[in-house]
């Protein structure tokens, strides 16, 4: 269902882009409720627009990249894995991330605010696999925390099993970069990076609008949840 209701999307987009992006907002939640696996049709659409999205916010002209807008396309579209089986109903965002902009740039980028300036920043040491950000750009499937609301990012971070890692403020920024409304649902622990001692990342709405700021990790908060990523 979803896949026919993107290539109706397709079909509608130029003449009609308000249809289309609201079809395709269609199709992303009847894969968010189960109805159906990402399809390889449906898969490349989303990354194809997460790409426009990278586009718009001119990555392709940071001083770690230095691309064409084009070429910053091609690098994001050859990222693209099939979604695993066993990540279906877990993780099912599919999210292009760019691990070598540091997170302040990739913040003034996107419009967000950055309130971790001067503070020790870094992967969370105790990952069980030692995970360390890539200095590249990589695709990750991701859940945005709505299973974790009201658990604090120290409970999060004791229950993540074998193929799950904590999301990093890469993959926080990412997942904002290309789906802003998420902040007016709930707001984003990031438990796969430290913020100095007993501290992690997260994304909140102010009134100032949409910032990056720091949360203790025992501390518990109806509005947030913990993202985390699938470990391939």
């Not at 002209?61 to 070429?71: C, E, G, P, T």
């Not at 994001?76 to 877990?90: A, C, D, T």
């Not at 622990?189 to 025992?218: F, I, K, M, N, S």
Request: glycine residues 8%; contains cysteine; negative net charge.
């Amino acid at each position: 269902m979803a896949a026919r209701i993107e290539l109706l999307a397709r079909e509608y987009a130029e003449r009609y882009p308000e249809l289309a992006e609201s079809l395709r907002d269609s199709a992303r939640l009847a894969i968010r409720l189960r109805v159906e696996p990402f399809t390889s049709e449906l898969l490349e659409a989303e990354v194809e627009r997460q790409a426009g999205r990278y586009k718009e916010l001119e990555f392709h002209r940071h001083k770690n990249l230095r691309i064409s807008a084009d070429k910053l396309k091609d690098q994001i579209m050859s990222l693209v894995y099939e979604q695993p089986e066993v990540f279906r109903g877990r993780f099912d965002n599919p999210q292009v991330v760019f691990g070598q902009i540091s997170p302040e740039d990739q913040a003034r980028l996107a419009g967000l605010d950055y309130h971790l300036g001067r503070l020790n920043i870094s992967d969370w040491e105790h990952d069980s696999q030692g995970y360390i950000t890539p200095g590249t750009s990589y695709m990750t499937w991701m859940q945005d925390g709505t299973v974790n609301l009201k658990k604090p990012v120290e409970t999060v971070r004791n229950a993540l099993v074998q193929d799950e890692r904590g999301a990093t403020i890469h993959d926080g920024i990412a997942l904002y970069i290309v789906n802003p409304d998420v902040l007016k649902d709930h707001f984003i622990d990031l438990p796969g990076t430290r913020v100095e001692l007993g501290h992690a990342p997260c994304l909140r709405l102010w009134r100032g609008g949409p910032g990056l700021d720091y949360y203790g990790v025992g501390g518990a908060d109806p509005r947030f949840g913990s993202a985390s990523c699938g470990r391939v």
